[in-house]
């Protein structure tokens, strides 16, 4: 069933329908790109969204980051924006595959048909032309046949009239016979205008505008089975990006089971545990008798050696310490003489020299340390903390992790900073022994530099080991503190005589810890006196592997040789030297260009 057969006197049907199907095609093209618009916008609010939301300190300051709900939102987070990225590539995908491909086809197809059409009202024409000459030849026919019958009616009228003369008869048989010569004439000049018509309506109807018809049917059919094409590329572009999009759910889905409570409940306590210890008890103090009481009902008392013995709330107070602001440094108790109290204060007597009653000493004491009460206003972090580099004003144990991380921190520079230097070390000889690949002068300051960096940071390191061996043993003298206090048997009442032994014990105890050395003493002393020997003695593993694309000879100190294809284990990546530390399977590890690899790392 073609359209030259079928439809062969429904020209205007033919010419409405295909001017539809491109209008179709148009509409369609206007939809999709009105589609990746929309695609668009949803892409950029979504991205607009996520970096509302995204954290806006990087993960390694911002404290938050380490509990699983927030890196499960940051996940989240991520995943929206790799699926506004998967909505931006539907949107380009229809852009360029649809929108471009079936708006240029649209083009060529509309000049296509505005060729079939002017061609086939050209033979439209030619048709019609050729009936008004066949119409022009028939009439002249008829005139001429009328003239010629009526020149024929007036020769015989005048033959027969006896009064006509013979001159006007022969006139008049003359003129009918050229009428009759020229309807003759007319005759068979419209005979052949009719046979030539007859002809060219033949082919106009059987041939030439079937052909028309038929390519104009050709346009169509490709039009629509383009139009198809175009209609799955919508589901095509969805499609494809379907297994991402399910990946990016997933993702989510993962996302939101990895939420651990009980993890960030112990994050929770890593990050803001402070190492101190709980305050004590508060020691009754009893005002309700007279101060000179005697020595066996009062806890200001005067033992046998005649100097007055002070017992109170000394030694809960600096307990309390730790509870206090956090910005300030610790300041020693001061004595009524304005020297710091000695030692051996909380259970001994007070200094001989400084000759006050006891009853002042305790006045004093009272006005110039104040004890501090353990509440949920000491937890609130003070304002206009001031930032020390050993970290002394945090809490003992959160000071104890940061200088931790500073000291990996330092190591990891170090270590860098270490095969930096070998590198350079490598390439010298190697400029040494082939001049060509360069001067081995301009790496000296390179080199110096690098060294400067590491005794830097050696130096570092020991300054971060002292203070991280300082900050462990406070902690861990907190903990002795509390673990002493809750084993201890309770003070007695205030009202009971001292005990000698005890007094004797404690004085003894308070000797003992006056005597012994600060932990500041060991600050200097070198500590990392073999870092270079203790990381060289690390066991290296590999970090990735790598394929050997060409042959390399390693004929030059710290280098190894590989054949082509040789399969190798990546021990060190290329520190911007172009050369690489390899391992080979055989056994023997060193150094290859770069170049010559082709890397894949864990």
Known sequence: MDW??????????????????????????????????????????????????????????????????QQSFVQILQEVNDFAGQRELVAENLSVQVCLELAKYSQEMK?????????????????????????????????????????????????????????????????????????????NEYAAQLQRFNRDQAHFYFS???????????????????????????????????????????????????????????????????????????????FSQPMNRAPSDSSLGTPSDGRPELRGPSRSRAKRWPFGKKNKPRPPPL????????????????????????????????????????????????????????FSHLPPEQQRKRLQQQLEERNRELQKEIDQREALKKMKDVYEKTPQMGDPASLEPRITETLNNIERLKSEVQKYEAWLAEAESRVLSNRGDTLGRHTRPPDPPASAPPDSSSHNNGSQDNKESSEEPPAEEGQDAPIYTEFDEDFEE??????????????????????????????????EEDKGDGWTRVRRKQGGEGYVPTSYLRVTLN
């Open 111 to 187: 000049q296509e048909r505005k060729m079939h059409f002017q061609e086939g009202r050209r033979a439209q024409q030619q048709l019609e032309s050729g009936f008004k000459q066949l119409e022009n030849s028939k009439r002249k026919f008829e005139r001429d046949c009328r003239e010629a019958e009526k020149a024929a009616q007036t020769a015989e009228r005048l033959d027969q009239d006896i009064n006509a003369t013979k001159a006007d008869v022969e006139k008049a048989k003359q003129q009918a016979h050229l009428r009759s010569h020229m309807a003759e004439e007319s005759k």
């Open 4 to 69: 030259g057969t079928e439809l062969w006197d429904q020209f205007e049907v033919l010419e409405r329908h295909t001017q539809w199907g491109l209008d179709l095609l148009d509409r369609y093209v206007k939809f999709v790109k009105e589609r990746t618009e929309v695609e668009q916008a949803y892409a950029k609010q979504l991205r607009s969204l996520v970096k509302k939301y995204l954290p806006k300190r990087p993960a390694k300051d911002d404290p938050e980051s380490k509990f699983s709900q």
């Open 538 to 571: 690390e066991p290296a593993s590999p970090i990735g592997r790598c394929v050997a694309i060409y042959h390399f000879e390693g004929s030059s100190e710290g280098t190894i040789s590989m054949a082509e294809g040789e399969d190798l284990s990546l021990m």
């Open 208 to 286: 030439q505008m079937p052909q028309i018809f038929d390519k104009l049917q050709d346009m169509d059919e490709r039009r629509a089975t383009h139009l198809g094409a175009g209609y799955g590329l919508l589901s095509e572009a969805e499609l494809q990006v379907v297994p991402i999009i399910a990946k990016c759910l997933e993702g989510m889905k993962v996302a939101a089971e990895a939420v651990d409570a009980k993890k960030d409940s112990q994050v929770l306590i890593e990050l803001h545990k402070s190492g101190f210890a709980r305050p004590g008890d508060v020691e009754f103090e009893d």
């Open 335 to 390: 004595s009524p003489l304005g020297g710091p109290l000695p030692s051996a204060l909380p259970n001994g007597p007070p200094s001989p020299r400084s000759g006050l009653d006891p009853l002042a000493i305790l006045s004093e004491i009272s006005k110039s340390v104040k004890p501090r009460l353990a509440s949920f206003r000491s937890l609130r972090g003070s304002r206009g903390t001031v930032v020390t580099e050993d």
